[in-house]
């Protein structure tokens, strides 16, 4: 789908996942999950077979409103993930949320905003879609610049919403409106 060279100029390519993706995506997601409590579940957390990965990604890739975006290395190590799904309703089709994840080994490097930059390219060639909503961990300041370097506002604040050895963490609801 495209290239982009990162600030050390490493060189990546960001694409559409496929079911073969699924085994790395495997690893990637038991990695990526240790290394970080930014996301919404830790290691072995989340268990899922290869089979139930690849009948995932042949589900997104089928989806109207949906992809699943990989980012490879020169190496072609998987990276850096981001996927959306847009409402299946008439009332709801119009918007969408989205998360992104990259390996800890990459942050700082610009791969994050690489990938928004693909995957908000897509989101604005899908007509039907006019806001995209994510959920951020209020002390991932990082994360919280890069969504607002993109426009992404805050809408609101969920207390609580993360429960992460021993202490809570508070989430910040931020949105994205796509302009016409």
Same mark, same amino acid.
Request: aromatic share 8%; glycine share 8%; net charge negative.
């Given at each position: 789908?495209?290239?982009?060279?990162?600030?050390?100029?490493?060189?990546?390519?960001?694409?559409?996942?496929?079911k073969?993706d699924?085994?790395p995506?495997?690893?990637?997601l038991?990695?990526?999950?240790a290394?970080t409590?930014?996301l919404?579940?830790?290691?072995?957390e989340?268990?899922?077979?290869?089979?139930q990965?690849?009948?995932?990604?042949e589900?997104?890739?089928?989806?109207?409103?949906?992809?699943?975006l990989?980012?490879?290395?020169?190496?072609?190590?998987?990276?850096?993930? !981001?996927?959306? &799904?847009?409402?299946t $309703?008439?009332?709801? +089709?119009?918007?969408?949320?989205?998360?992104?994840?990259? /390996? *800890?080994?990459h942050?700082?490097?610009?791969?994050? !905003?690489?990938? &928004?930059d693909?995957? $908000?390219?897509?989101? +604005?060639?899908?007509?039907?879609?006019?806001?995209?909503? /994510? *959920?951020?961990r209020?002390?991932?300041?990082?994360?919280?610049?890069?969504?607002?370097?993109?426009?992404?506002?805050?809408e609101?604040?969920m207390?609580?919403?993360?429960?992460?050895?021993?202490?809570?963490?508070?989430?910040?609801?931020?949105?994205?409106?796509?302009?016409?």
């Amino acid at each position: 789908m495209a290239t982009s060279t990162l600030k050390n100029g490493e060189k990546v390519m960001i694409r559409e996942a496929i079911k073969d993706d699924a085994k790395p995506l495997l690893g990637f997601l038991d990695k990526v999950c240790a290394e970080t409590n930014n996301l919404t579940f830790g290691p072995g957390e989340m268990p899922l077979t290869l089979e139930q990965e690849e009948t995932f990604l042949e589900s997104m890739a089928s989806k109207e409103g949906a992809i699943f975006l990989v980012a490879l290395n020169e190496k072609d190590e998987l990276v850096g993930t !981001t996927h959306f &799904m847009a409402g299946t $309703l008439p009332r709801t +089709r119009h918007a969408g949320e989205f998360g992104i994840s990259i /390996l *800890k080994a990459h942050w700082g490097k610009g791969l994050g !905003t690489a990938m &928004m930059d693909v995957l $908000l390219e897509w989101i +604005r060639q899908q007509k039907s879609i006019r806001k995209v909503n /994510l *959920k951020v961990r209020a002390d991932n300041l990082s994360a919280i610049h890069l969504y607002e370097k993109y426009g992404f506002f805050q809408e609101g604040r969920m207390s609580r919403e993360y429960y992460v050895d021993g202490e809570f963490h508070d989430v910040l609801c931020m949105g994205l409106h796509i302009d016409e």
